[in-house]
């Protein structure tokens, strides 16, 4: 007789008998650390709290604006001038069918981890489950703070430009009494994107910044490093890059001081100007990061900004990007062969956005493992339209056989919300079914003691050990 499984109950997502047991006694308890997200610094500099459901759900969650799109909802209600409840009446409206969209299930974690909530969002429940909520969001219990203590976070990494002052890791750093760890995360990628047309503006904001002229490729190199140098005084240990393609073109710094020149003057460059440009600067770069001790980050493959209207009425990162299908092997190999050559190659997480690339990436990370570090080039976790059940089997499974799933760093939300962090656990699900399933078919000894420190060590301690945290 087929028994039907009550839905997202405690075994969700665990299939046997083993992958209860690495779940609940393994995985569960471990803390998190998020070494990648997209956190605003000053709400958990203030403790913020939220007056309702869709101030910390919707506001700026593009995942769920195209959801709603896609079911026919009116912009007006996704980016536009409509209350609050009205768009949670149209995200309700929408849930229902999202089914077997991943939206569905962190929709659902969401409201049971954080609310205690295990009603079906929909029209019929969507007032009650706003009311309670929202009531609960007013609280000091659910401030921001609370929100990551709640999920057992030990450390947040959040994505920074350059040109940023900081002042909120200041001012936490100097406050000195909150217990998780928010660290900087260095993102430079205005001052890679020669041919965006605000370039030279981000080079005149940055001249300001570190007070001298920056006329010169040089200039620029040094200005960088005295803003990692700030990064790392507090306690930065991460880059992070968000690419189409690695840009490893065979370069001199002559070549590439010419076309940073012509752009200061406001010249156009050829295709070829701008790619020795953006080669060059990458790997000095790569170089940096090395001599900081940092982790390179390497997020490759969006199509980003796809509708022109879209992103002339709304601006970028509104939820009109895509996959990529760029060629990624043989610049990558390249990029971090010139690294490697001289001993300048610093840990790498390389994360792929088109499934196609997974064993590409699973391979290549295989030529730079020089067995100083362990898992030191990494093949990130599934990520944005892969950061779902699916995306993440593909990506363990195509590390498992091309690599070491042993020594892989795991999950982390890249998320703007602090409500994400069930993605963790349903990632910790998938990982520890997969293992589960292979024990269960005889593909892996029945030892849970030793795959259970797998599963805590793939979870929380090599991230920890790795990023040094």
């Known amino acids: 007789m087929l028994v039907t499984k009550t839905f997202l109950d405690e075994d969700f997502l665990l299939q046997t008998e083993a992958a209860r047991t690495l779940y ?15 956190l605003p610094p ?21 995942y769920k604006w195209r959801a709603m799109r896609t079911n026919g909802i009116n912009e007006r209600y996704c980016t536009g001038d409509a209350g609050d409840y009205e768009k949670f009446e149209k ?35 969507a007032r009650k489950i706003y009311d309670e909520c929202s009531e609960k969001l007013r609280t000091p219990d659910f401030s921001v703070r609370n929100l990551l203590r709640k ?74 490093r005295a803003r990692a140098d700030f990064f790392a005084s507090l306690g930065c240990l991460l880059s992070d890059h968000g690419l189409e393609h690695i840009y490893a073109a065979d370069f001199t710094i002559e070549a590439a001081d010419s076309a940073f020149q012509k752009v200061l003057a406001g010249q156009s460059l050829s295709t070829t100007e701008a790619l ?21 980050q ?42 490697d050559e ?32 362990a898992g030191k080039i990494q093949f990130g976790s599934g990520w944005w339209f892969l950061d779902q059940k699916d995306g993440m089997e593909k990506q363990m499974n ?22 994400s962090f069930p993605r963790h656990e349903y990632f910790r699900r998938i990982l520890c079914n997969m293992l589960g399933n292979d024990i269960e078919n005889g593909e892996l000894p029945n030892d849970t003691e030793w795959i259970g420190q797998i599963v805590q060590n793939i979870c929380y301690n090599n991230a920890k050990q790795y990023f040094g945290f």
């Open 151 to 224: 999920m057992n976070v030990e450390v947040v990494c959040t994505t920074d430009d350059p040109l940023d002052s900081l002042e909120y890791h200041q001012q936490l750093k100097a406050e000195g009494s909150f217990e998780i760890q928010m660290r900087p995360a260095f993102r430079p990628d205005k001052f890679i994107l020669i041919t965006n047309p605000n370039f030279a503006t981000y080079i005149q904001k940055l001249a300001a910044l570190v007070g001298f002229e920056i006329q010169r490729f040089d200039d620029l190199t040094k200005a960088l």
């Open 398 to 419: 195509a590390l498992s056989n091309m690599g070491l799933l042993s020594r892989f760093v795991g999950m982390l939300t890249d998320s703007r919300s602090f409500l």
């Open 276 to 296: 020795v440009y953006q080669s060059a600067i990458l790997h000095f770069l790569g170089t940096m990061y090395h001599e900081l001790g940092w982790t390179q």
């Open 24 to 38: 609940h006694e393994f995985a569960k308890q471990m803390p998190i650390i998020d070494y990648h997200n997209h």
């Open 42 to 62: 000053d709400q958990i500099v203030a403790d913020k709290t939220f007056e309702n459901l869709t101030q910390i759900w919707l506001y700026g969650d593009h």
């Open 342 to 373: 001289y001993d300048q190659l610093s840990k790498t997480i390389i994360y792929n956005l088109n499934p196609a690339d997974n064993e590409v990436i699973a391979t290549m990370i295989g030529n730079f493992n020089d067995g100083s570090v």
């Open 298 to 339: 390497f997020h490759l493959g969006a199509l980003r900004n796809n509708n022109a209207r879209a992103l002339r009425l709304l601006g970028p990162d509104t939820g009109w990007d895509s996959m990529g299908d760029w060629s990624q092997a043989q610049a990558l190999s390249k990029f971090l062969g010139k690294l």
């Open 91 to 125: 995200w309700a409206e929408t849930v229902p069918y999202t089914l077997r969209n991943p939206l569905y299930h962190w929709t659902h974690l969401e409201l049971q981890r954080y609310f205690d909530v295990h009603d079906i969002l929909s029209p019929r429940t």
